[in-house]
């Protein structure tokens, strides 16, 4: 199982997902690093190690972002490498991404197990963000 399977499945608590785009940062720099996707690298890394590299790439602070993107809903890919803009046909340029572990106490989805909590921003500037039990969305696996 590949470090992205076994994020989506929830089975990585203490890892972040980073999607970033050829057309926003060198593939060069992050091969090494990360996964090569179409259109990008996904890099799949311990929490404090992902901010880091999010903030250095993007410039943004990852929990600010994050709450920033919660105000709108969107798709984003099963798989972490992409999404759809709520406001147009336009491209991702990164996504975010972390796994919260099942908790009964909070209720709702978080009772129905592990949450995974994606954030993505477009090329037009729109942050959104969409969220999901682990292992839920059929579409998830990486090929």
Same mark, same amino acid.
């Not at 809903?73 to 099963?78: F, R």
């Not at 989805?109 to 969305?137: M, N, P």
């Given at each position: 199982?590949?470090?992205? *399977?076994?994020?989506? %499945?929830? +089975? !990585?608590? +203490?890892?972040? %997902?980073?999607?970033?785009? *050829?057309? =926003?940062?060198? !593939?060069? /720099?992050?091969?090494?690093?990360?996964?090569?996707?179409?259109?990008?690298?996904?890099?799949?890394?311990?929490? &404090?190690?992902?901010?880091?590299?999010?903030?250095?790439? /993007?410039?943004?602070? %990852?929990?600010?972002?994050?709450?920033?993107?919660?105000?709108?809903?969107? /798709?984003?890919?099963?798989?972490? $490498?992409?999404? +759809?803009?709520?406001?147009? $046909?336009? $491209?991702?340029? =990164?996504?975010?991404? =972390?796994? &919260?572990?099942?908790? #009964? *106490?909070?209720?709702?989805?978080?009772? #129905?197990? *592990?949450?995974?909590?994606?954030? %993505?921003?477009? +090329?037009?500037?729109?942050? =959104?963000?969409?969220?999901?039990?682990?292992?839920?969305?059929?579409?998830? !696996?990486?090929?």
């Amino acid at each position: 199982m590949s470090k992205r *399977d076994e994020f989506l %499945a929830g +089975d !990585r608590p +203490d890892d972040v %997902a980073l999607f970033l785009a *050829d057309s =926003f940062v060198s !593939r060069d /720099t992050l091969t090494e690093y990360g996964e090569s996707v179409p259109g990008g690298t996904l890099l799949i890394v311990p929490g &404090e190690t992902g901010r880091s590299v999010f903030k250095k790439a /993007t410039g943004m602070d %990852a929990m600010n972002f994050a709450k920033q993107a919660m105000g709108t809903e969107g /798709t984003v890919a099963p798989t972490l $490498d992409g999404g +759809d803009c709520p406001e147009g $046909d336009h $491209d991702v340029k =990164f996504v975010f991404a =972390f796994a &919260e572990e099942q908790n #009964e *106490d909070v209720g709702g989805l978080y009772a #129905e197990g *592990d949450v995974i909590h994606a954030y %993505a921003y477009c +090329d037009c500037g729109t942050a =959104f963000s969409q969220k999901w039990v682990a292992g839920e969305r059929e579409d998830a !696996r990486a090929e």
